[in-house]
């Protein structure tokens, strides 16, 4: 077989695997390059691959740097099937139709064309095919696929590919441990080759028990001096592992009641995804939701629609908790929060999301003190990605270890960290995928 990285090579973004065999071609992900104008004028150039030549994609989960190429693919030409899991379907609609609105402003603001339309998301839609975890899929004569929980948002899965009497698999992206809402990540299994992710393969995240104290403290503090907590969240599983937690404080009475400001569509619109996938969740969820826990409402929360809804929220006194979009604070309605409060020092900014080189969250987060007054807090522990140690226990408890590992998604650091661990702890040869590189394997 031959495999070629087409994104997420040396970087984190863009995700796009190809993979052939017995003549044929096959995608796993076909995601969108992120971060910085650079980057992201990549996502215009040719794929490197004929699309009208792919037999099929599987999709490890609903992220933009996993999907936000499909329809890119679908307009030059991919007439072929899109696996997914069925929630993975149901976000990556959302998320591809978020990327059109942020792709409109862009092209009214700043003149760029458009990548892709609504009506591109819309024919990509009907090439998907929603296959569940566990059950084994064939692709062709010899070539299957199976789906395996990855713990990291709702639907996300790790592709074993079971080909020329080999078993290869793309990791997606994997979950941290103990996450709320998701199930843990499912054993590796057995495997020859495996493409692993290495997004924190070069640092470990706090103790993950320790999260929700540091969630609580940050409440409790801002409430008592009257101040605005700003929880920049991603739309998907951050925001839900949020309320979810905030929820559950306040049903044992750990933090004091104040108004909390849900202040993104977006990410309203994926929390009513995750109430569809209750099968997904964790069985502290499953029994939270058969007590009559709605899980990611209470009463004490706004979920503001409109832009009018949002400008209203400026309009109740502190103290107050806001989670807003975008979680690199790249863009978004924490933009308008942040220019509001951030020069506050009762308020503070509270950052659970990982942000890339570049984006205003990085700055703060590497204390520029010129850009805000607001006190800064930062919870590693709500990550979506296993940190170094996870990832390597995850390759190690597998049933059979791969004697070859492809590192992708990740920044050299990472990327040079977990190739040194990974080859002082297990018997692979490891490799850092190369852009464009194609290797017979
Ligand atoms: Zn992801």
Known sequence: MKLTFHGA????????????????????????????????????????????????????????????????????????????????????????????????????????????????????????????????????????????????????????????????VFSGDIGNVHVPIVRETANLGEADYLVLESTYGHTNHEDPERRIFLLQDAIITTIKRKGVLMIPAFSLERTQEILYEINSLLNSN???????????????????????????????????????DDLFNFPDLKITHTPDDSKQINNIKAPKIIIAGSGMMNGGRILHHLLRYLSDAKSMLLIIAYQARGTLGNRLLKGEKRVHIAEVRVIGAYSAHGDQNKLVAWVKEAKRSPSRIFLVHGDEEPLSALQQRLGEETEAQVTIAVMSETLEI
Not at 85 to 109: F, G, W
Not at 123 to 147: A, G, I, N
Not at 264 to 273: D, G, L
């Open 254 to 292: 750990l933090i004091p009641h104040s108004p909390i400001f849900l202040d993104s569509p977006m990410a309203a619109a994926a929390t009513e995804i995750y109430k569809k996938y209750p099968q997904y969740f964790d069985e502290a969820a499953k029994y939270l939701i058969g007590k009559g």
């Open 9 to 168: 090579a040396g970087e984190v973004t863009g995700s796009c695997y190809l993979l052939e065999t017995n003549n044929k071609k096959y995608l796993i992900d076909c995601g969108m390059f992120q971060g910085g104008e650079f980057s992201e004028d990549r996502n215009w150039n040719a794929f490197g691959f004929d699309p009208q030549t792919i037999e099929a994609v599987i999709l490890t989960h609903a992220h933009l740097d996993h999907t936000g190429r499909l329809p890119k693919l679908v307009k030059e030409g991919f007439t072929g099937t899109i696996y997914a899991n069925p929630a993975t379907r149901d976000l990556a609609r959302l998320v591809m139709l978020d990327a059109v609105e942020i792709m409109l402003y862009n092209q009214k603001k700043n003149g760029i064309p458009l990548l892709y339309e609504e009506a591109d998301v819309e024919d990509t839609m009907k090439l998907f095919k929603s296959v569940d975890y566990v059950q084994k899929t064939r692709l062709d004569e010899d070539v299957h696929f199976t789906f395996k929980d990855a713990g990291h948002i709702l639907g996300s899965c790790f592709i074993r590919l079971e080909l020329e009497g080999k078993i290869i």
